[in-house]
């Protein structure tokens, strides 16, 4: 059983910078692949980024270049860097735990473990 916990949500100005974080529970974290998903309101839920268990990290096109994951192993944390923020990527932003891949890391379904979610508003 893993427990996810966001933080550094909040309100910036487009063209900002914002860390979220994710802290996990457990001693099995580095086993575990990790991403970020956002939701707006009235939208599905979208992929953000991964970072795999092994490091490799990917980051959906709509993100590329603004946004980077990473994770620290020994805090049991992973962390999403955006910049030059969007007010498009207004929307709670939820990170998510696997260690067993079913089917496609992309997919929202394929996750075992989520955490509450942290709002990031950004404003013209």
């Known amino acids: 059983q893993v427990q996810l916990g966001e933080s550094g949500g909040g309100l910036v100005q487009a063209g900002g910078s914002l860390r979220v974080s994710c802290a996990a529970s457990g001693r099995t974290f580095s086993s575990y692949h990790m991403s970020w998903f956002r939701q707006a309101p009235g939208k599905e839920r979208e992929f953000v980024a991964i970072i795999y268990s092994s490091g490799i990290t990917y980051c959906t096109d709509s993100v590329k270049g603004r946004f980077s994951i990473s994770r620290d192993n020994t805090k049991n944390t992973v962390y999403l860097q955006m910049n030059s923020l969007k007010p498009e990527d207004t929307a709670v932003y939820y990170c998510?735990?696997?260690?067993?891949?079913?089917?496609?890391?992309?997919?929202?379904?394929?996750?075992?473990?989520w955490g509450q979610g942290t709002q990031v508003t950004v404003s013209l």
């Open positions: 998510a735990a696997t260690r067993v891949v079913r089917g496609t890391l992309l997919s929202a379904g394929t996750y075992d473990y």
